[in-house]
């Protein structure tokens, strides 16, 4: 079993930044693939931003390309999401996922294993 544990989350206000971070633990973090998503009420979750296991590659979601940077530290058993250049529209709760199978669709929630908790993101404008 893998657990993770997204903080960071708050308020901020439109142009500002914020850095997510996610914990894991329970097997080794390195093996793993990771990736966020973010959901609001009503609407389906999606893909903000994934990396590979060993930081060589990463992805984003064209509405957060430029604004936001995805990183690991595999000593630390943590990948972060910062988020710069905030606007209204980031508001959602984000997740991280962990992927472990080696082969997957980094877009595609589908292919995570194991998924944090959430945390809230606003903006306002």
């Known amino acids: 079993q893998v657990q993770l544990v997204e903080s960071g989350g708050g308020l901020v206000q439109a142009g500002g930044s914020l850095r997510l971070s996610c914990a894991a633990s329970g097997r080794t973090f390195s093996n793993s693939n990771m990736g966020w998503f973010r959901q609001v009420p009503g609407k389906e979750r999606e893909f903000v931003a994934a990396?590979?296991?060993?930081?060589?590659?990463?992805y984003y979601a064209d509405s957060v390309k430029g604004r936001f940077t995805i990183s690991r530290d595999n000593a630390k058993n943590t990948v972060y999401l910062q988020m710069n250049s905030l606007k209204p529209e980031d508001t959602a709760v984000y997740y991280c996922?962990?992927?472990?199978?080696?082969?997957?669709?980094?877009?595609?929630?589908?292919?995570?294993?194991?998924w944090g908790q959430g945390t809230q993101v606003t903006v306002s404008s």
């Open positions: 996922a962990a992927e472990y199978g080696g082969s997957y669709d980094y877009a595609n929630q589908y292919d995570y294993d194991y």
């Open positions: 990396i590979t296991w060993s930081g060589s590659s990463t």
